[in-house]
């Protein structure tokens, strides 16, 4: 690793320590777009009032749509999973501990993930609702 010039952490040189510090360029600059995006749809273009059940239900008949929605669900728990992982790396002295604590970051990003793309993919409005 090679001194960053900016502080912190040394910026990786190579394997998989540098692809992560990649991806949290691209995804936090990706979620930064796609956030500002959902939020100017949500709060600035409609009502808050407007937002309930068949506003989703309109919005998530367009698959395009729910490809947004789940982009940034999955680039969000990604990109928080790296920074977590990061952070365990650097905070969590013992082994065991820490391969236990990386278990569990692991675990629950996967059910976050199945669980948030689960909804997302499989939604269906009830007729006539």
Do not use: C, K
């Amino acid at each position: 690793m090679e001194p960053s010039s900016a502080g912190g952490r040394p910026r990786p040189t190579g394997g998989l320590e540098l692809y992560a510090w990649l991806f949290m360029r691209v995804s936090g600059a990706l979620l930064l777009l796609l956030a500002l995006g959902h939020l100017a749809l949500m709060h600035l273009i409609n009502n808050v009032e407007a937002i309930n059940f068949a506003f989703v239900a309109e919005r998530w008949a367009n698959p395009l749509w729910r490809l947004y929605d789940w982009f940034l669900l999955a680039l969000a728990l990604v990109h928080g999973f790296n920074g977590v992982r990061v952070m365990v790396d650097d905070y969590v002295r013992s082994p065991g501990l820490r391969v236990l604590s990386l278990v569990g970051v692991y675990g629950l990003t996967l059910f976050f993930l199945v669980a948030g793309s689960f909804v997302i993919l499989t939604f269906q409005p009830m007729a006539g609702g």
